[in-house]
């Protein structure tokens, strides 16, 4: 949110471009790195009560602490023949969405409770930009074991790394998933003032 409040008018300015010129907005952010959020779309972190909780915050795309996690999932998809796992050479990294929810799972299963959904930063920053939950297929084909046929791994699969995580695919990782590219939204007056786009009506693009 820092960077679009002070480096976008910054780079309007330095590159001496008038904001009604600006027709479109792309994002931009390295996967997986992903946050727990409550209902209304707020990250956990930034509620007075989960502040100071480790895993209520981002956890960035290299934070490795769910190598436990992945380490067992691997083990579970290859004893059950899950096919998902050729499409990533065989393994899942500890960096990717399912072993960091799963980690949060086990070592806070409080915040697990709390948290309405689990999403990329790069589509929280869109949902904030238009106010449209719409996931990226790149961060969620790679990171999230999503895939445009398949979808998300079987109910089976989660099930079997914890009954309780049986329906993580259709609560926790719910919402529209469109391609690269896919209009995401308009942006918001809001964040339009934010940015120093006054001019609202522009269209932030999926990562």
């Known amino acids: 949110m820092e960077v679009l409040r002070g480096s976008v008018p910054e780079v309007l300015q330095a590159a001496s471009v008038n904001m009604e010129d600006v027709v479109g907005i792309g994002v931009g952010f390295t996967a997986c790195t992903m ?3 409550d209902y209304a779309g707020t990250p956990l972190c930034l509620k007075a009560e989960w502040r100071e909780d480790p895993h209520s915050w981002v956890k960035l795309w290299k934070h ?3 190598q436990t996690e992945a380490n067992r999932l691997n083990e579970i998809a290859k004893a059950r023949g899950e ?3 050729h499409r990533y050479g065989g393994r899942v990294s500890s960096e990717w969405m399912i ?3 799963w980690q949060i799972f086990n070592e806070a299963p ?3 409770e709390a948290a309405d959904r689990f999403m990329e930063a790069a589509d929280w920053i869109v949902m904030r ?4 939950q719409i996931r990226n297929s790149c961060a969620a084909g790679y990171k999230a074991l999503w895939n445009k046929q398949e979808e998300y791994p079987s109910r089976g699969f989660f099930q079997a790394l914890d009954p309780a995580l049986a329906d993580l ?3 926790k990782l719910r919402g529209t998933i469109a391609p690269l590219g896919s209009k995401a939204g308009v942006l918001s007056d809001e964040m339009a003032g934010l ?3 006054r001019r609202a009506r522009l269209l932030p693009l999926a990562i």
């Open 64 to 66: 490795h602490a769910a």
């Open 35 to 37: 946050m727990p959020l």
């Open 195 to 197: 940015m120093g786009l």
């Open 169 to 171: 695919a259709e609560t």
């Open 129 to 132: 930009m238009t106010g449209e």
């Open 99 to 101: 072993p960091k929810i």
């Open 83 to 85: 096919t998902f796992l």
């Open 110 to 112: 409080h915040i697990y």
